[in-house]
């Protein structure tokens, strides 16, 4: 993003649709609503048009690891291919 001029713009909301936790490490599947989120000019901060979709999503896998002091903390990250739907409010 930083070749490319760009920065982060505006608000993603975590729709969390499953938490798997096994011993020391867990798993959170989230279908994020994106709808609200885009792209903008990193000198000027505004947004670049075309880059905020409505009703758009992203299915996102977080990994995490329980440390010895009792915190989780995120070891993996990764966007998935299928497409998703958010959970119901």
């Known amino acids: 993003m930083n070749e490319q001029g760009r920065e982060p713009y505006g ?3 975590p729709r969390v ?7 020391k490490r867990a798993e959170v599947i989230d279908c994020q609503d994106t709808s609200q989120a885009g792209m ?3 000198r000027t901060h505004q947004l670049i ?9 992203a299915n ?3 990994d995490l690891e329980q440390s010895s002091d009792g915190r989780w903390r995120l070891v993996g990250l990764s966007i998935r291919e299928a497409a998703c739907t958010p959970p119901s409010s």
């Open 49 to 57: 048009p075309g880059t905020i979709k409505a009703n758009s999503t």
């Open 17 to 23: 649709k499953e938490v798997r936790v096994g011993g």
């Open 60 to 62: 996102i896998r977080a």
């Open 11 to 13: 608000e993603v909301t």
């Open 40 to 42: 903008a000019d990193r």
